[in-house]
């Protein structure tokens, strides 16, 4: 299994651009993530889905679209990108909730994007 | 809403020694999970151990121990035997299981950098 896989894993963008990172995962989970982390930080969540066709936004939505029409694929898109959107960018999965809560998220490796 | 501090910038520990990682959480849920990810420089996030609010005995994976307090709403991870391979960020997470609302999402600490000297 390759588990979370990442596209692109280094990006450099200008201001203005668009762009789309995308996300798979070989796991059959139903839950998906997009966080990004920024220097000195923790990971911050931007939107995440529940399955396949739906979607919601996290703690920093703005700025970035998502879309999942396939169970296995978790796409994040920027419109019009912008320097404070200069970070690293992971995907997560998971199976849905248990009783016990205690299904922990599987991330990819990470999209490194610099917004000049 | 929830939030995690994790305190310690940085913290530095001989090989071979024990090593605690601080985390406190604030949440109003009575049911939660509390989660430790390890990323090295490399950029991955590891998961290496999980808490549930009503679990009565502290979690223990390999040389990874969780220091469950409840009532002082912390979950400290301590490593045994440090080895040169620890040097890493630790990430503190929590996850509301509240109802099944919650989607599963985490939020995470700061993150504590860890060096292991030889």
């Known amino acids: 299994n390759a588990g979370v896989t990442q596209t692109p894993k280094f990006r450099v963008l200008k201001t203005g651009q668009s762009m789309t990172l995308l996300c798979a995962q070989d796991?059959?989970?139903?839950?998906m993530y997009w966080y990004r982390q920024d220097p000195g930080m923790g990971l911050r969540l931007i939107h995440y889905?529940?399955?396949?066709?739906?979607?919601a936004k996290g703690e920093v939505p703005d700025g970035y679209n998502v879309s999942r029409l396939k169970k296995q694929n978790f796409l994040l898109g920027l419109e019009s990108a912008a320097p404070s959107q200069t970070s690293v960018y992971f995907c997560a999965s998971s199976y849905s909730m248990g009783r016990r809560g205690s299904y922990e998220q599987y991330f990819g490796p990470g999209t490194r994007l610099t917004v000049t | 809403a929830q939030k995690i501090t994790q305190t310690q910038p940085g913290m530095f520990v001989q090989e071979k020694e024990a090593v605690t990682l601080d985390c406190t959480y604030d949440?109003?849920?009575?049911?939660?999970?509390l989660f430790w990810y390890k990323q090295p420089s490399s950029g991955e996030m590891i998961f290496l151990i999980y808490q549930g609010s009503y679990d009565e005995q502290n979690a223990t994976e390999g040389r990874y121990s969780l220091n469950f307090q409840k009532a002082r709403k912390s979950a400290n991870l301590v490593i045994s035997a440090s080895q040169l391979g620890d040097s890493a960020m630790y990430f503190c997470?929590?996850?509301?299981?509240?109802?099944?609302?919650?989607?599963?999402?985490?939020?995470f600490g700061q993150g504590t950098i860890l060096t292991v000297h030889p």
């Open positions: 949440t109003s849920d009575q049911s939660y999970g």
């Open positions: 997470a929590v996850r509301s299981t509240r109802g099944g609302t919650s989607y599963g999402k985490l939020t």
């Open positions: 889905s529940v399955g396949e066709g739906t979607t």
């Open positions: 796991m059959n989970h139903e839950y």
